[in-house]
């Protein structure tokens, strides 16, 4: 996306040039995409442990492999629900800051109208 967005730039009509400009453009997009891929990386390597584990498990049962496969699933869950949390005070921060700029600008609209 992002080396599409270096080359393609000069080939776009002058409205989809407004509209990626609007937006950051394809280069602030790949970015973008880059950085949440990096927040993928240490969820797939335990998952990755996990299936490991889970195949050492099939092949040799014991309680040792069993615990390894249960601390990669662990770990897994574990930074799976502080993500969940941190999105989820991400978004009330957001809401919070949305109608509080929503409220503001209507206040001004309204003073600025009298």
Do not use: C, H
């Not at 409205?15 to 609007?22: D, S």
């Not at 930074?79 to 009330?92: C, D, T």
């Amino acid at each position: 996306m992002m080396v599409f967005g270096a080359l393609a730039g000069g080939g776009m009509t002058n409205e989809m040039q407004q509209q990626f400009a609007a937006i950051g453009g394809l280069i602030g997009m790949g970015l973008v995409y880059l950085v949440i891929a990096f927040f993928y990386i240490y969820p797939a390597l335990k998952l990755g442990g996990y299936s490991s584990r889970i195949t050492d498990l099939i092949n040799t049962p014991n309680e040792a492999n069993l615990v390894a496969a249960l601390n990669e699933q662990r770990a897994f869950w574990k930074y799976v629900g502080i993500w969940m949390v941190v999105m989820m005070v991400l978004y009330a921060i957001i809401i919070v800051v949305v109608l509080v700029g929503a409220g503001l600008a209507a206040a001004a609209g309204a003073a600025g109208g009298s």
